[in-house]
């Protein structure tokens, strides 16, 4: 039953892109703490998602599934919030996004740079798909930021983190398995987390409070 007085759309939106500022720092905490107690793992050499392969890898895969999860709960509040076809375009590719964390879990990369300690380096069809979501992932997550960047505040950070987002991954995908590959690779993910959380406040503070009575002396 509705209560009096209370917009509960608002609410509702209001919670969906409180999701989007948890991600980051979710999937980021909970990886490194898994990287701090994996043998062999090193920030410098490995991507996160290498964490996917060995002893343990199922919590990495509820990382990435759970962190999905939060993306598309947000991508949800984007297309609700922010009216118009590049809201719903933004929305839309943030979806994307998060299908592609979840899809990335199903299939774990191939062993890299000596990573888990002891498995032969080989080439499998799960390891090319894991290549794949990535790839579709980040572009579609700098592709949102470059779109939404003409409908919330401070659009010249949102195009600067969309474009260090696709540069960074294409840029780290081309050195890998380098060290300044792994190092653009964390910037792309650091940054595209960074534009979330900031996007979904901006996008949250347009949302008109769901009391009514304060959204009138607002």
């Given at each position: 039953?509705?209560r009096?007085g209370?917009?509960?759309?608002?609410?509702?939106?209001?919670?969906?892109?409180?999701?989007?500022?948890?991600?980051?720092?979710?999937?980021?905490?909970?990886?490194?703490?898994?990287?701090?107690?994996?043998?062999?793992?090193?920030?410098?050499?490995?991507?996160?998602?290498?964490?996917?392969?060995?002893?343990?890898?199922?919590?990495?895969?509820?990382?990435?599934?759970?962190?999905?999860?939060?993306v598309?709960?947000?991508?949800?509040?984007?297309?609700?919030?922010?009216?118009?076809?590049?809201?719903?375009?933004?929305?839309?590719?943030?979806?994307?996004?998060?299908l592609c964390?979840?899809?990335s879990?199903?299939?774990p990369?191939?062993?890299?740079?000596?990573?888990?300690?002891?498995?032969?380096?080989?080439?499998?069809?799960?390891g090319?798909?894991?290549?794949?979501?990535?790839?579709?992932?980040?572009?579609?997550?700098g592709?949102?930021?470059l779109?939404?960047?003409?409908?919330?505040?401070?659009?010249?950070?949102?195009?600067?983190?969309?474009?260090?987002?696709?540069?960074?991954f294409?840029g780290?995908?081309?050195?890998?398995?380098?060290?300044?590959?792994?190092?653009?690779?964390?910037?792309?993910?650091?940054?595209?987390?960074?534009?979330?959380?900031?996007?979904?406040?901006?996008?949250?503070r347009?949302?008109?409070?769901?009391?009514?009575?304060?959204?009138?002396?607002?």
């Amino acid at each position: 039953m509705a209560r009096e007085g209370f917009d509960t759309g608002a609410a509702v939106t209001r919670s969906l892109l409180g999701w989007g500022v948890v991600a980051g720092p979710f999937y980021l905490v909970f990886g490194l703490i898994l990287a701090s107690t994996r043998t062999g793992f090193d920030l410098t050499r490995h991507p996160l998602s290498a964490l996917l392969l060995g002893d343990h890898g199922l919590l990495q895969a509820l990382n990435l599934v759970l962190t999905g999860i939060m993306v598309g709960a947000a991508a949800l509040g984007f297309v609700r919030a922010v009216a118009g076809r590049r809201g719903t375009a933004g929305g839309v590719l943030l979806g994307v996004y998060a299908l592609c964390l979840v899809l990335s879990a199903v299939f774990p990369p191939d062993p890299t740079n000596g990573f888990p300690p002891g498995a032969a380096a080989q080439a499998t069809s799960s390891g090319l798909l894991h290549l794949v979501f990535g790839a579709i992932g980040f572009l579609t997550l700098g592709a949102a930021a470059l779109i939404l960047a003409g409908e919330l505040p401070g659009a010249v950070f949102s195009r600067a983190a969309g474009v260090v987002v696709i540069v960074g991954f294409l840029g780290g995908a081309a050195l890998s398995p380098g060290g300044a590959g792994i190092a653009l690779l964390w910037v792309a993910v650091v940054v595209g987390w960074v534009w979330l959380a900031v996007a979904s406040v901006r996008a949250y503070r347009i949302v008109p409070h769901p009391e009514l009575h304060r959204r009138a002396s607002a």
